[in-house]
């Protein structure tokens, strides 16, 4: 057996050895390979709650192959809980806290091995980045999607129903309660392709999960195997020496943003990639993913963009299937944690019978494959997110065209201005939006407020029969995964850094073009102007400088003053 790493720190002090004896361990046990299974397990929300299962089911896979697991957490928070609350800002400054937390576990203790858990938003990129700061052997083991709610809906029906609580005798006491027992049937990710899902599919893609892996249903016997396997695996990592780095290689990044293209990922993996990256000293620019976009073919149809469900894409055969329609996109000499390349993954994935397998359990949904994740010869269009710039976002803003119907992928109107994202939702609430106008919400960027999501706001503006397709919204801080409509993000340089989307008034018109890739300021209180006058306007309102406080303490206060730009994944 391969000698573990903590041989000699041990001999430093006796005590580590009965501190651990002490929690249960027993002398053999204390030579074995020593392995790190991190979860954010906990009762806060679906994603969480069952990942002791997998946890345990992970580490008995390291028993059997004569490892020793010890189990850490660090809970995660959801989304869907802090919205439309000061709890939002939190959100993505969680990722650094998880991150660094996880990193405090790894370091304290020369393990052999990590493996992590997770199925949600923010707790994924963390467990990756911190795999690879630490950079040993390490698996990440997917937490799955939950089950359709009735009729193949999602939790997503929140939008329209908190909405309609909102205005008068729209709602009944009955509907709400219904959709409160039927929104979040089961444990796992939210049945969409938020960034939930889209994370747990970049895990995979990266090579960091076992092929097949990412969104399988959360309530099925496969997801226990995945982990009981990973455990396994990542004991013949330990004996080859295989670490994050070998994996996470800037061809593996490129995998993932291939795989994000084609099947219509969410925009927050344009913050995520990048600040895992960045971890190993590789850069990934916002040019690369606009690259790949103009260039994979959209291939799966999932919710909030296309028509069904997660479980039914993990049915379609999920990311290997995408890989194997994909493959002259790919470098399939990626290593990957199987020890073998992505290439020879996939030629083992089409061995095992697991399309074949899954396909049976598609049909009991009434669908074929190719309704959910097509050929590419029979692709609508390329790609499924844009990089936009101009004299609103000179560093670049984000949009996510696959979710926005074609008529509004370019439109020029009026902007109303708001500072905060609660001000908005409001107005529109109030009925103070109204069809043509381009909702601008700024401050909200990672140093503005920690760059909350704006899922409110959009669902919102597509719920209302009267703005739905017709208004835009235009912000420097990001979007659920789930969001849908015109909506850009990421708008940098942020408000809060001095961008010029501090200087936008009510009333100037704002134009972009995702064909074009533009977004401009284009006129001054209504009125279309040349550029070089629109850009010496600016230029006087921008003499007045930015007014803006951050908060004096904590780790939100933390968060604001070291992020990054959006454009550089919001990390630190």
Partial sequence: MKENRSKAERALWAQFDALEMGSGWEEEDIVKPQVLVEDVYGDSHPGSVHLNGLSQAAARGVIEYGGFPAHYHVTDVCDGCAQGHGGMNYVLASREAICDMVEVHASAIPWDGMLLTASCDKSIPALLKAAARVNIPAIFVPGGSMRPGPDMTTSLLAGDISLRQKRKDAITGEEVRQYKLTGCPSAGACSFLGTASTMQCMAEALGLALPGSALAPATMRDIHTFARRSGAQLMA??????????????????????????????????????????????????????????????????????????????????VPRLQCLLKEYLHLDAMTVT????????????????????????????????????????????????????NLAPQGAVM?????????????????????????????????????????IRFEG???????????????????????????????????????????????????????????????????????????????????????????????????????????????????????SAMEGAGY
């Avoid at 074609?406 to 201005?417: I, Q, S, T, Y």
């Avoid at 919102?460 to 409509?485: E, H, K, M, Q, Y």
């Avoid at 007045?544 to 780790?555: A, D, I, K």
């Fill in 400 to 440: 996510k065209y696959a979710a926005c119907r074609e008529d509004m992928r370019a439109h020029c109107g009026p902007c109303k201005v708001f500072d905060c994202e609660e001000d908005a939702y409001n107005a529109v609430v109030q009925g103070q939006i109204v069809p043509g106008d381009i909702v601008v």
């Fill in 446 to 564: 990672p140093r503005g407020s920690g760059m909350p999501e704006m899922l409110m706001t959009t669902e919102a503006l597509v719920c209302d029969p009267s703005l739905n397709g017709s208004v835009s919204l235009i912000t420097d801080g990001r979007f659920s995964g789930a969001t849908r409509g015109a909506a850009i993000g990421h708008v940098s340089p942020e408000a809060a850094a001095g961008g010029p989307l501090a200087y936008v008034e009510t009333g100037d018109l704002i134009a972009f073009d995702v064909e074009k890739r533009t977004l401009d300021v284009v006129g001054i209180a209504g009125k279309r102007m040349p550029p070089e006058e629109v850009n010496a306007i600016m230029a006087r309102r921008g003499e007045q400088g930015v007014r803006h406080s951050l908060p004096e303490r904590g780790v939100l206060a933390r968060y604001q003053r070291l992020a990054l």
């Fill in 339 to 390: 020890g073998r390349t992505l290439g020879e993954n996939l030629e083992w994935i089409v061995r095992d019978g697991f399309f074949q397998r899954n396909e049976g359990y598609l049909h009991n949904y009434g669908l074929e494959r190719r309704d959910v994740i097509c050929d590419p010869a029979d692709a609508a269009e390329c790609g499924s997110v844009a990089v936009l710039r101009g």
């Fill in 237 to 318: 990592l330990i004996d080859r020496g295989i670490t994050v780095s070998n994996i996470l290689t800037r061809e593996a990044f490129e995998n993932a943003i291939v795989i994000h293209a084609a099947m219509g990922g969410s925009t927050n993996a344009m913050l995520h990639l990048p600040s895992i990256a960045r971890e190993l000293g590789i850069q990934i620019e916002p040019e690369l993913f606009d690259r790949v976009n103009h260039q994979v073919p959209h291939l799966a149809s999932i919710q909030p963009g296309g028509k069904h469900l997660t479980e039914s894409f993990y049915f379609a055969g999920g």
